[in-house]
């Protein structure tokens, strides 16, 4: 979405949304529902459903231009809402998170709040206002909800975390990247719209993506092909993408901590074998990295699934496929 949060004072999207929304053909039903839901301050119960989370999902553009996505965590209560228009942060990225590059005064931001316990979600789009030793300010500029649709379930554990290691980086996945990645039930994705910090319509999103473990294929060079399914038709990540076709991209591997941010050039694919044969597949979303950064137990929480989306059983697997 666009910093604004309007394109040419009609409505909350920008142009490469729009685009995609046109070529859907959902583009009248969505700019109702845009208009309707997404807002330029925090509801009450958006605020306090914030105030509750022990991680945030958090998406940043670094000065070259580069989106990436990662997780901040800390007792509950360490995200609050002091105003409609303000969201505060008790927490900054650790040493070897790219996304300490992405954090400056008036940078934009994308924020996800996810409760993986009850499959509640609330994205919320703006700019760093503040910035301090222990935290930042985030100057809300757009404010909305998602549905739960291809959210797992999954209760927190009482689990005493190790030591994270240190940032490895390489210019592609490794076989144990692979591995997480094929395993992966649920990953993040942050993007950006526009190509310069001078763009007056320049914002960042970050958003959740889920399907079935091998919904997300990784070929031999790094490659990763990714189904997207049927959601609110916002067009936000793909919009995005549409017209800046950067995306970063964060698999947590929910059992160690571990976390893998993974950089890359994106691609829409509209047609042909590869959609025919994935199960719930409306469009292809491929990634060709350009640089990937694994954190050992970065992420000090753990869980255990309790239980697939229901909106999943019509979907497929890379596997399968």
Not at 202 to 222: E, I, L, M, N, T
Not at 275 to 296: C, W
């Amino acid at each position: 979405m666009d910093a604004t949060g309007r394109e040419g004072g009609d409505g909350p999207f920008h142009g490469g949304e729009l685009a995609l929304q046109d070529r859907a053909g959902v583009r009248e039903r969505t700019d109702g529902v845009g208009r309707k839901f997404i807002r330029d301050r925090m509801p009450d119960q958006h605020r306090a459903f914030f105030g509750q989370l022990p991680f945030l999902v958090v998406g940043g553009v670094d000065a070259h231009g580069q989106p990436w996505a990662s997780m901040l965590a800390g007792r509950p209560g360490f995200v609050q809402a002091p105003d409609p228009c303000r969201l505060r942060v008790g927490a900054l990225p650790a040493a070897g998170d790219p996304l300490g590059d992405a954090l400056a005064i008036g940078a934009d931001i994308g924020v996800l709040g996810v409760e993986l316990s009850s499959r509640r979600r609330n994205r919320l789009n703006g700019r760093v206002a503040g910035l301090d030793p222990d935290g930042f300010d985030i100057a809300v500029v757009q404010s909305f909800g998602n549905c739960p649709r291809y959210i797992q379930l999954r209760a927190l554990l009482p689990a005493a975390p190790g030591v994270a290691g240190p940032a490895i980086r390489k210019a592609r996945p490794d076989d144990a990247d692979r591995r997480l990645i094929r395993a992966a039930d649920t990953f993040f994705i942050a993007s950006a719209h526009g190509r310069s910090l001078d763009d007056p319509r320049y914002g960042v999103d970050v958003s959740h993506r889920g399907g079935k473990p091998g919904f997300v294929r990784v070929d031999a060079d790094g490659t990763l092909t990714i189904p997207d399914f049927a959601g609110n038709a916002f067009f936000n990540t793909l919009g995005n993408l549409a017209a800046n076709p950067k995306a970063g991209l964060l698999f947590v591997d929910f059992a160690t901590g571990d976390a893998l941010h993974l950089a890359g050039a994106a691609a829409i694919v509209w047609d042909g074998p590869d959609l025919d044969a994935f199960a719930g597949a409306q469009r292809l979303l491929r990634i060709v990295p350009t640089e990937v950064i694994r954190r050992p137990q970065a992420v000090p929480l753990r869980w255990r699934l309790e239980a697939m989306s229901p909106a999943l059983d019509r979907t497929g697997t890379w596997p399968a496929a």
